[in-house]
């Protein structure tokens, strides 16, 4: 079966991302199985989505309900789980109902997309954003992301933007001028591997906007929805944005949608009229259905205290996985986002492979965590864990042993 529809899938589908490393056909709670009936413990988690793991009755239950009644009616009429979300999603930020707006998109890049055409609506073009970003690809989000490989073949890209450096104040400070639209960070980088920022970094980037008028977006597509012990990661700081996207984790994977919560005094000065952000599946009910039972469940289950609980035992196992292999250079992790760099000198912390995707020791690492029965995240020398938030001590325990293993293949490359 597993050879069959690997052939199918080249004879039919766009060679996007590569040839499949598995055939999946189910899953439960943080486990998966292949097509050949084995068993993965996924600390990928969709990269980074699916926040109550596989085949969550509450939403399996929520879906069904709401697919049974009402799948879809454009976005000429109103139903109770779209306006039912968009109060819940402004009570998680802290603001309520009235207290901003939301507008729903059908993904992250979409949500960016979106707030990229918010910052329009500004009368300016500039925009500043973090090297080391990464937004989304459509043609707008993929202009704010920082990668010159992701943006190179498509050039040229929309808008006037500026590239500074993650978590300097005063090179932000130097490239925002009167003429800037809107600076938009991730508060917690994720591509660029779970990079935290430096104490104050975005209380200035606050300040720097406010006394040039321009906007402060806040990109938590990955970070939202207690990835990193807070709801969104921007609690962790006390910062409120004049946008924020969201996505990811916000149905929990079972449909996808996006978001972008707007301020009321930005949404008060927006004509919405001339928006021109409408997509077929706006609001859709069965994706806020979705969505509302993840929160509900995430919430009744304290998944976010979750997070923060394991956030010391993920740092535990990065660090002993540092002491132990000469392959491994940095490590960082907040809530249960983190991840491990591999370097090829240790005491230079010179990547295993910078920007090369098929570099051949990251692809037998990432064969020798397969063949364990793991799934993370392998991108250019990074290993992420993005287990999902229902995870348990034991499993990232289980997780950690097998990429203890799969690390002396990375070893070996140093010790060459």
């Known amino acids: 079966m597993t050879s069959s529809v690997h052939q199918r899938y080249t004879a ?44 969550h009755p509450a939403l399996v239950a929520a879906v069904t309900q709401q697919i049974s009644t009402l799948g879809h009616v454009s976005n000429f009429f109103a139903t109770e789980p779209q306006v039912a979300l968009a109060e ?38 500039h925009l500043v954003a973090a090297e080391g970003s990464f937004h989304g690809r459509t ?16 050039a040229p890209l929309p808008g006037e933007v500026t590239f500074v450096a993650y978590g300097d104040a005063e090179a932000l400070a130097a490239a925002v001028t009167d003429r800037t639209a809107a600076v938009v960070i991730e508060p917690v980088q994720g ?32 970070t939202g929805m207690g990835r990193t012990g807070e709801w969104f990661a921007v609690n962790h700081w006390d910062v409120v944005p004049d946008l924020m996207s969201t996505a990811k984790g916000l149905t929990s994977s079972y449909l996808p949608l996006g978001a972008v919560a707007i301020a009321p005094e930005i949404a008060a000065h927006f004509d919405e009229t001339v928006f021109y952000g409408g997509l077929t599946y706006n609001s859709h009910p069965l994706s806020c259905a979705a969505a509302l039972a993840a929160i509900q469940v995430i919430e009744d289950d304290d998944l976010v205290g979750n ?35 591999l370097v090829r000198d240790a005491a230079t912390n010179e990547p ?42 034991e499993q990232l325990d289980e997780g950690f042993a097998i990429i203890d293993e799969a690390l002396e293949v990375a070893d070996r490359a140093v010790d060459a």
């Open 139 to 154: 043609m707008g989000s993929l202009a704010l992301t920082s990668k010159e490989a992701y943006r190179e073949p498509f």
């Open 12 to 55: 039919s589908i766009m060679n996007t991302f590569g040839p499949p490393k598995l055939v999946l056909t189910r899953g439960e709670g943080a486990y998966v199985w292949d097509s050949e009936g084995n068993r993965y413990l996924d600390l990928l988690g969709g990269i980074a989505v699916n926040a109550l793991g596989h085949a």
């Open 88 to 125: 819940r999603l402004l009570d998680l930020l802290g603001v309520g109902p009235g207290g901003g707006k939301v507008f729903f998109a059908n993904s992250g890049s979409e949500a960016n997309e979106a707030a990229f055409k918010l910052t329009r609506r500004t009368g300016r073009t």
């Open 307 to 341: 997070a923060k609980r394991l956030e010391p035992v993920m740092r535990r196992h990065h660090e002993e996985l540092a002491r132990r292999h000469p392959s491994v250079g940095l490590h960082r992790n907040i809530g249960l986002f983190g991840c491990l760099e």
């Open 352 to 393: 295993m492979s910078p920007y090369n995707v098929t570099n051949e020791v990251m692809t037998s690492v990432n064969r020798a965590l397969l063949d364990r029965g793991l799934f993370t995240f392998v991108r250019w020398n990074v290993i992420h864990t993005n287990p999902p938030l229902c995870v348990t001590e």
């Open 191 to 222: 591509e660029a591997g779970v990079v935290v920022p430096p104490e104050g970094y975005l209380q200035r980037a606050r300040e720097i906007t406010r006394e040039h008028g321009a906007l402060l977006w806040l990109d938590e597509v990955q």
